[in-house]
């Protein structure tokens, strides 16, 4: 790993976001000083293909500045291409998940997915989607199933298309996330983690026999990021959100599924956070619980820079356990390394 400071250490485990059409002139800054593991992408950056290649090249020099110690490593450069309802950009997938469990030939459209998921991305330059969605949904209309999110109500319907769509996306050089672990699938219609605190009270051998069961074939088809879900589980761990919980992320996760890349958080703006202060303080509890990754998805690139500061600060102090944060780099930067500048 190239020497670095803790700002930059930091750095790696932030992915920023911002609003409007053209990133500011302070992110373009963080990422020439190497301060930057990634950048996400939503609707409101976005008003055509060409646009954001634009955008996208722009923080790609940026990255190459001779001051960037990480300037080979090439920026993490996201956003939710799921299909159906969830995308941000224009293509494919078009359908969603719902109407590829349905499919005739559903394994053969699942591969159509995500190579199409794939070389869309790669088309504008990104290089990580956030899909597929690996929820096993439990009745028609529940969180999962009224927007299509879910292959099947399946556990191996949802391992064998999920495998599908991530073996084919990332063969175009596209990271795929599986999300959102350990599962959403018994969230009913109302239970939105982006809203409100959610505890999924599922027994732990179902959430290991359905729940978990896609992520076998998901991590055994070499799935590069896994992102865990702000839910509370209570038969695995009571006391926190799965993404703050280091008994579902080193132990469901890493330990019993043997999970070796990347994590992410979902959202860390989430409303299921609301009762764990501020951005700081919840950037803190996730890496220390074992998120490699911080997703600081409000769309304000000081979002993610408060986040940064507070990892490098308590790094620096030895809050945070410093040889653990330093194997977060690794995998981060052995991920940048692996995909397309």
Not at 214 to 224: F, M, T
Not at 290 to 312: H, K, W
Request: with cysteine; proline share 6%; hydrophobic share 40%.
């Amino acid at each position: 790993m190239p020497a670095l400071t803790p700002a930059q250490l930091a750095g790696q485990r932030v992915i920023y976001s911002y609003g409007g059409l053209t990133p500011p002139a302070q992110l373009i800054r963080w990422i020439r000083a190497g301060k930057v593991a990634g950048v996400i992408f939503f609707g409101g950056n976005i008003s055509s293909p060409s646009q954001l290649a634009g955008v996208v090249a722009e923080l790609d020099r940026a990255n190459a500045s001779p001051r960037n110690p990480l300037h080979h490593y090439p920026l993490l450069l996201m956003t939710d291409q799921e299909g159906g309802l969830v995308r941000r950009l224009p293509g494919p997938p078009e359908l969603s998940e719902r109407e590829i469990g349905g499919a005739h030939h559903p394994a053969a459209v699942a591969k159509d997915a995500g190579r199409g998921a794939g070389r869309n991305l790669a088309s504008i330059g990104l290089n990580v989607n956030l899909a597929p969605v690996l929820d096993v949904y439990r009745v028609p209309g529940d969180f999962d199933d009224q927007f299509g999110r879910s292959y099947s109500t399946s556990a191996h319907q949802v391992s064998r298309l999920g495998a599908s769509f991530i073996a084919a996306q990332q063969a175009t050089g596209v990271a795929a996330t599986a999300k959102h672990f350990p599962g959403l699938g018994a969230a009913d219609a109302s239970q939105n983690t982006d809203e409100r605190p959610v505890a999924l009270d599922v027994p732990r051998s179902v959430l290991r026999d359905t729940d978990e069961y896609p992520y076998k074939a998901a991590i055994e088809a070499g799935v590069k990021l896994v992102m865990v879900s702000w839910a509370v589980y209570p038969a695995l761990d009571p006391r926190a959100p799965a993404g703050l919980s280091a008994k579902v992320v080193g132990g469901e996760l890493r330990q019993r599924l043997g999970f070796t890349g990347v994590t992410i958080t979902d959202a860390l703006e989430a409303g299921a956070l609301r009762a764990y202060g501020t951005t700081q303080h919840r950037a803190i509890l996730a890496a220390g619980a074992g998120m490699d990754l911080i997703l600081c998805s409000a769309q304000q690139a000081a979002q993610g820079n408060q986040a940064r500061v507070a990892l490098s600060e308590d790094y620096q102090r030895g809050k945070l356990n410093q040889a653990a944060f330093r194997a977060a780099v690794q995998r981060v930067l052995a991920l940048r390394s692996s995909l397309r500048g």
